[in-house]
Structures are given as C-alpha cells and as structure tokens.
C-alpha cells in the first residue's frame, strides 16, 4: 500500500489538513498577540498525547518520541511560527486583536471572506505537520517548535533557549511559501533608522508648489527588490538634490521599512513655475515596472519656514545617496538577490528627520560593506543611526536535509525540489547561531498573495506538501 494511500487519499489528507489548520486559527494571532492560539497549540499537542512546554516568550515545544525500533535515529526539529501578518480590507470593521480570521473554501482555495488575510503564512504549514504525525506515520526522535512574533523581526527565534535545539541533528521549517522548493538559506535583515536635527531659515519671496509623485508599484522589498521597480523617495531627492534654488519645505514619503514606497512629495519655494522636464524624463524609465507611476505640479500654500540651505544639501545628499535596489547577486545561487537596499520611508516629526532603511544581506560580509557606505555618508551629512536586526542564513546547494527532500518528493510525486535560497528573512537564519551544527531546510505549502486580504492556499497540492512531510519521517534524515 502507498503511503498516499495510507493516509487516506488525496481528498481525506486535504480535509484533514484544513480540519486542523481551522482548529489553530480559531483566536486571532497577530504578531505580538499569540498568547490564545499558543493555548490552542498547546491543547492540541496534549490531545496527542504529548507533554509541550511553553517558554516566557510564548515560543512552545514538544518532544514526540520515535517509533518502536526507531529510537537511536538523528533527532529531526519541525519548526514554524504561530503568528500572522493581518492585513484588514478598509472600512471592513475588522479587529485583528478581536476578531478571528473568517476561513472559507472557494472555487479550489483555501482562503478569506476578504476582510482580512489568511494567515496560512505559517499555521497551514504547521497544521500539514501535525496531522500528519496525529496520523501515526512512522518517524524517529522528533522536536516540535512553533515560534512568536516571526513577521516582526524573528522575535520569538531571537529567545529560544539553544538547549531546546541541543542534540537535534537537523531542522526543518515549514514556512517555505512554495510548494516545489527546498529553500536552504535565506537573507538576514538590518532595520536603520537615520536621524538628523533640521534648521530653518525663512522662506524667500516666491510661490509654494507641491511636487508629488504617485502610483509607484511598491511592492516587498525582499521578493520585488530585483524587478528594479521606481523608488518615488530617491527619484524626487536627486532631483531636488540638482536644483538648489528651490527651498524646500517639506520632503516626504513611504510607509515601511520592507515596502519599496509607492509615493513622495515636497513643498518647494520658487520665484516661478519650477520645471519638471527632467523629472518627467526619468520617469520613462520605470514605464514597465511603474505604468502609473504619476508626476503632479500643483501650487501650494507658502510656507512661513524653510530649510536652510546648508540642511538642506547635506539631506538630499544622504537620501539620494543611499542605495536602493540590487546591490550583488549569490555567489551560490545566482538567480537569487544575495544583498540589497530599499529606501522605505523618509519624512518629518517637528524638527527631527528621519530616513528608513532596510538592508537585506544572506552573507555577512555583503551586510557589512552596504552598511559602511551608508554610514560614511550619514558621517558626511550630520545624520546618526541605530538599527536592529538579525542574521543571514548562507546556502549551500549540497544541503544533505534538502537532498533528502527532494528525493522523497521524487518519490511521492513523481517531481523533483528546486533547491534554493530566498532573499526574505526566515527563521533558521537566527536558529543556526544557537545550534551552528544544526543541517537546516525550509520547505512549505503554496501560498498566494501572503499579508493581504488576497491571501489563499490551493486545496489541490495540499496532499503532495502532507506527502512530502510524511515521506521525510519514514525515510529518516540519516
């Protein structure tokens, strides 16, 4: 009998998979706010008869002991996080803190009412695994790891104790977003937040003008960093940054540091109508990436204060020095980013300036040398930083955990894994500090349009990610 065949066939493994996933999404779970869901996790671990612990960080574990004549066998970690990123439709009356996600099956999906996002991003991952083992798959010693507070900074990984991964010999995080990949390293990530105390002057004779640019893609700044999509913030500096005769007022833009910002603006002073041609022109670069992508000129009030022109150069040059976009390419995996920089938010809070940026980086050496180009321009225009963030997971495509992968796959499915590095954070990266012998991989179920009310799962290839799972702990990682 195939194992397919043992689980029950395709239809059964899919029910019983969203059975469970229903079952861990029964109490809302934004980041920060897992505390219930940690509880549900916590019922359903003991329902199959095992004995979790939870740590002060609200991180849970479980040890699941092997299978008779198995016991000598590697330990094997299965790892994911318990919290969401909850996008909400405006004007929908959804609570993320109050209100459960409404999860519906339409048209082969798994997905939302569209009031909010799903949420599968990383319970349908964790839900797969565990009703897989309630299953009675046969499997050696094995370790379960649901995390905290992973889409805020891999919070919850940064406070696992090194002694829950002690002695495991591989891990394997369920968070891979795409079914048909065996990821084996992914980008670590540095937030810096730069500062610089502005001076006024008064505004000279000359009407107010609002310059804007609007309808920027955006997008993540880790998955649609290498699209070279327009980054409104940038353009707008060097333009300005070339025309010193306009005062500035005012330079804003952006709404997150992982977003590539969508818009930017800035009231200006000039004795005259300012000429945007040049600014227009550079626009035409960004026509595919950017369609509506939109310049406006329009007149504004003037403003009583503006810049002085000493400040006034000194920030311009720093945003328009920053790097945005690609900055190398893996010596690994060259299809994939290996570090980058967006310029995310850029604005205002009475007299203090403040500029977003967030590097991404798998190696170290590439994260180090984007953040001294930035820091010896912030010591040349009178900005200072801090910054926070976590390290980068360096691949290796003879990954033996991703070898084992991909032949259970091929065996299952018939398919074999891509196996490969991704340019977003994911948990491994800050685990492999704690246990640095541990062999880790990421793999996941399909997910589409993750963090937005679009959100959904195809039901279709559910089975093959219970397959692919279930097929690792008979075969064993040895």
Known sequence: MTLLERLGGRQAITAGVVDTFRTLSRHPHPSGQEE??????MAYLRDMGLNPVRDGAGNVLAEVPPSPGREGEPVLVLQGHMDMVCAVAPGSGFDPSAHPVTIVERKGYLCTDRRSS?????????ATALWVLKQGVSHGPLRLLFTVREEVGLEGAKEVSPAWLAGASALLNTDGFHLGRAIVGSAGGRREEWQKHLEWAPAPAGQGWRISLTGGT?????????????????LLAQWLAERPQLAVASFTGGTA??????????????????????????????????????????PADRPELVWTPTCRAELLSFVSG???????????????????ANVGVAGADGDTYTVKVFLRAARQAHMEELSALHQASA???????????????????SNPLAQQLDRVYQAQTGRGLEITAVHVGLEPSVLREKAPGLVMASTGPDILDAHSVDERAPLDTLADYALLLAGLLEAGIS
């Open 257 to 298: 540091f992982n977003a590539i910002p969508s818009w930017a603006e800035s009231v200006v002073v000039w004795n005259g109508t300012p000429e945007t041609g040049a600014l227009q022109d550079a626009l035409g670069a960004f026509a595919a990436t950017d369609p509506h992508l939109t310049l406006a000129l329009t």
């Open 218 to 234: 955006g997008g993540h700044s880790g998955d649609d960093i290498h699209l070279g999509r327009a980054n409104p913030i940038v």
């Open 322 to 340: 920053l790097r945005h976009g690609v900055f190398v390419m893996d010596p690994v995996f060259p299809q994939v980013v290996g570090a980058s």
């Open 36 to 41: 219930a869901a940690g509880r549900d996790y």
């Open 379 to 397: 010591d040349q225009t009178g900005f200072t930083g801090q910054w926070t963030g976590y390290p980068g997971w360096p691949g290796e495509s």
């Open 118 to 126: 799903l949420g599968a991003d990383n319970n349908l991952g964790n």
